[in-house]
């Protein structure tokens, strides 16, 4: 598994498109969204935070919040789907070699998260970076959240879909409809309202960084929110993964099972 | 091992189907391979040699039909299965991890190392298989297939691109496998091969038959 894992990043660190990606996206996204947002006030409802219903806040900081939750869910959902995807089957490979599949899956899971956190840290230092955060470790933990939800999302996305466009577009879809329009009150006024936005996967994240950034609170429910929801994609995850190495794992299993006994051990 | 040593085939497979939506490809296939056999199998283009191979190492399912093999599995696929910016030699440290009962280091063990130089791959193992030509990628594939110390190899179109000297390599070490009683299923196109092989069997219209 550690050899997996480290493999794992190592080819990913080596993609020079997913790292000027990972560079050039936020860069660009809050960047322009600084220059061009403008500061009056709005008011922001929060949920799930006792004795703060609402808050007028400056436009321009609510938006960096949630250009930057956007950009850091869709990254994370992309490079999960890119470790996940194994195009060419080394993985269905190394299990029917010998690779306990649940090894080799945890060690391309892990590497996903580690990725979607090392994202989340740095759309986190940019936000930071460009406006005041009243909370920085509950602003920082709804960026974790995102990247955990979304980064499920992506790597089930990448062992369903296999092809890039195929994933980028997933993601894309649900990046751009769930954390950068219907969560965000400046593009979509109803979305604070509504009930179905409050079922979407960013929902909870998105609060627990609005908590964080300006009522300098940490948001309980928006966190067992986040969970539960992370819980939930792991379902979908593990069908995915029973898709593409099931066959081969019960082979691997049956093979070891049928040469117990009749075969020496690896000299 | 040998030819004639009692017990299971290592490579057995009884009844097995498949169909591509209303095209069956497999129409009850039923093989057995045993240890220290050389296995090739023929056929047309599309006849279901490299389903019949993806079926036995579990990259497809199955309609129906019975697969077991016996022993630590070693399969060459017809497909890349290489990643394209990792080294020949993490390659090989993935495989090694797949090594059932093997050590954790990333060193290529002994056995590995006189293959690595027997097919010429050594001074590539820094080298991305991005950047490696197409016939060291296929090399690459045989080995990572050899890495297990395989008792049932299964090898399709394994040859693909080897120059001369490497095919001569390649028959050489399938035969001193074979002699140390690994089974071995291999797809071949060649008649000339037919002197290597223990016996030749040929696939059409979903069924197998001697060739």
């Not at chain 1, 550690?2 to 000027?20: N, T």
């Not at chain 1, 219907?182 to 309202?193: F, G, I, K, S």
């Not at chain 2, 009850?28 to 047309?44: K, M």
């Not at chain 2, 009683?181 to 979903?206: D, K, M, N």
Request: proline share 5%.
């Amino acid at each position: 598994m550690p050899e997996a894992f480290r493999l794992a990043l190592l080819s990913l660190l080596r993609d020079r498109f997913a790292l000027a990606l990972l560079v050039i996206a936020p860069t660009v996204f809050l960047g322009v969204t600084w220059l061009t947002a403008p500061l009056m006030l709005i008011p922001i409802s929060f949920f799930g935070l006792p004795g703060i219903d609402e808050l007028p806040l400056r436009q321009r900081e609510v938006l960096v919040a949630f250009i930057s939750s956007s950009v850091g869910g869709f990254l994370s959902a992309f490079l999960a789907s890119e470790i996940l995807s194994d195009r060419r089957d080394l993985g269905k490979l190394l299990i029917f070699s010998g690779l306990p599949a649940a090894r080799w899956a945890g060690a391309r899971l892990l590497a996903a998260l580690t990725v979607a956190g090392g994202v989340a840290l740095w759309t986190f230092a940019l936000e930071a970076a460009l406006i005041p955060l009243r909370n920085p470790a509950a602003t920082l933990l709804g960026a974790l959240l995102l990247a955990l939800v979304y980064g499920l999302f992506g790597a089930t996305v990448g062992l369903l879909a296999r092809d890039t466009l195929r994933s980028v577009l997933c993601i894309l879809i649900l990046a751009d409809v769930d954390a950068a329009w219907l969560q965000n009150p400046v593009y979509y006024t109803y979305a604070q309202e509504n009930e179905i936005v409050h079922r979407l996967p960013a929902f909870h994240p998105i609060q627990e960084t609005l908590a964080g950034a300006f009522a300098g609170r940490f948001n309980f429910e928006a966190l067992v929110g986040s969970l539960a929801y992370a819980a939930l994609l792991c379902l979908p995850l593990l069908l995915a993964l029973a898709w593409r190495y099931g066959p081969v794992e019960i082979s691997r299993a049956r093979s070891r099972r049928e040469s117990r006994g009749g075969r020496g051990p690896r000299p | 091992m040998s030819i004639d040593s009692p017990g299971p085939p290592a490579i057995e497979c009884r009844g097995l189907s498949r169909s591509y939506g209303r095209r069956r490809v497999l129409d009850g296939v039923d093989l057995a391979v045993r240890s220290g056999e050389i296995v090739g199998l023929s056929g047309e283009n599309g006849s279901g040699k490299s389903t019949l191979l993806r079926c036995l190492a579990g990259y497809e399912g199955r309609d129906s039909g019975l697969l077991i093999l016996r022993g630590r599995r070693g399969y060459c696929p017809q497909e890349d299965c290489l990643e394209p910016r990792l080294t020949v030699a993490e390659h090989l440290a993935l495989a090694g991890a797949a090594w059932v009962g093997a050590g954790r280091g990333r060193e290529p063990g002994p056995r590995m190392k006189a293959l690595l130089e027997r097919f010429a791959l050594a001074p590539l193992l820094g080298q991305r298989t991005a950047t490696i030509s197409g016939g060291a990628r296929q090399k690459l594939k045989f080995l990572l297939a050899l890495a297990p110390d395989p008792e049932v190899l299964l090898l399709d179109e394994a040859y693909e691109g080897f120059d001369l000297r490497t095919y001569g390599e390649f028959w050489a070490t399938l035969a001193e496998l074979a002699r140390e009683g690994c089974a071995i299923l291999l797809v071949s196109h060649l008649f000339h091969e037919a002197g290597r092989l223990t016996r030749g069997l040929e696939i059409s219209g979903g069924r197998i038959a001697d060739a």
